[in-house]
């Protein structure tokens, strides 16, 4: 801490913030409660990662850990996180913070020129500024254990907790990945891969444009479509998770001058043969592009988006969600394989049999 003019000012604080997570259903798959409970068991011992992507804690490392929810919690916290119960996974991120001087961190101007602050007046700005730093380590952490837990781990609510006071709330990002790996096991379409929590976390977090400038491979810019599948309100259309779902998938299975449908028949099969039934796989591909072409062409009836509180018939539905759920899971699927195997993209051979 520091004193001016006779008044102290704390040059240091502690952050945390908490994340609710949605506990199994009673739908929900077993393999997806396993793995609830297999993540609460990974993430209970504490673990570190480093602040990635922050103009002045580059590098420090943050604090991370599931614990059980207090009652304190779920009633002070998370009132709203209706299927939350006591006992259930609340992730911690939790680090304490040093001032790094008016030199490294000062505020500017439409030009860029710096503005003139007082030391007060700058490490109050830090200390307001700090959580929103902190974000794209946090995002990018829950993306690889998207990946590594199939879905399974899901944020509902979060709080930020700073020096003891709440001061923000509602940061997290929702995503139909879980649904969309349930889908494909009821078809017996998501083949198990092995994977370390910590290579997940590792290759995620190594990808370029993650953290810094644009995807450079194949498999880096799979990643960073998969990444436009979180958002902060569930989406309202019928087309957004679709299109970017299958847009991971072409980065990593279509080269140009081919049909994309037909070179991702071929290639799934492949990668999967004997593990996804085949006539299934090729009538999912063919539908979710047909609608996709379809909507992007102006060649569906559609009625008004003002009318999207209306029922739709199930063969409507079933056609615009189906397709959604497959591209999602299968663009999952995909990523798991490419960081079990360590590639930066996949390559195949054709071969012609006499």
């Known amino acids: 801490m520091t004193q001016t003019s006779g008044e102290v000012v704390q040059t240091t604080t502690k952050l945390r913030a908490l994340y609710a997570l949605n506990p199994p259903l009673g739908v929900d798959s077993e393999s997806a409660s396993n793995l609830y409970r297999k993540f609460f068991n990974d993430l209970g011992p504490k673990r570190t990662i480093p602040i990635r992507g922050s103009f002045t804690h580059n590098g420090e ?4 850990t599931a614990r059980p929810c207090t009652a304190s919690q779920k009633k002070r916290h998370f009132s709203k996180s209706s299927f939350l119960e006591v006992g259930d996974a609340v992730l911690e991120f939790s680090a304490r913070f040093e001032f790094p001087s008016q030199e ?3 505020a500017t101007d439409h030009t860029g020129a710096r503005i003139a602050t007082t030391r007060e007046q700058s490490i109050a700005h830090w200390k307001s500024y700090l959580s929103h730093d902190l974000e794209l380590t946090i995002q990018s952490f829950f993306c690889a254990l998207a990946i590594a837990y199939e879905g399974a781990v899901r944020p509902t609510q979060n709080v930020w907790i700073q020096d003891g006071s709440e001061y923000g709330t509602d940061r997290c990002y929702l995503s139909e990945i879980h649904d969309s790996i349930e889908f494909l096991r009821e078809k017996n379409a998501f083949p198990e891969i092995d994977i370390a929590l910590d290579t997940v976390i590792n290759w995620t977090f190594a990808q370029n444009g993650i953290f810094d ?3 450079d491979t194949p498999v880096s810019r799979a990643l ?4 436009r599948l979180f958002v902060h309100n569930f989406r309202n259309d019928e087309l957004s998770d679709l299109v970017w779902a299958l847009a991971g998938i072409e980065a990593l299975l279509v080269e140009g001058g081919r049909s994309s449908m037909g070179q991702l028949r071929e290639k799934l099969g492949a990668l999967f043969v004997g593990k996804i039934d085949f006539t299934w796989l090729s009538k999912m591909i063919a539908d979710s592009y047909n609608f996709r072409s379809r909507m992007i062409h102006g060649d569906r009836q559609i009625r008004s988006f003002f009318r999207s509180n209306e029922d739709e018939s199930k063969k409507r539905f079933d056609e615009e969600y189906d397709s959604q759920l497959f ?4 663009l999952v699927l995909l990523l798991r394989f490419v960081i079990s195997k360590d590639l930066t993209e996949l390559r195949f051979n054709t071969v ?3």
């Open 61 to 64: 490392l943050l604090a991370i």
């Open 104 to 106: 490294r961190f000062f």
């Open 213 to 215: 400038g644009y995807s």
């Open 224 to 227: 960073n479509y998969f990444t």
């Open 327 to 330: 591209a999602i899971g299968m």
């Open 352 to 354: 012609f049999k006499g």
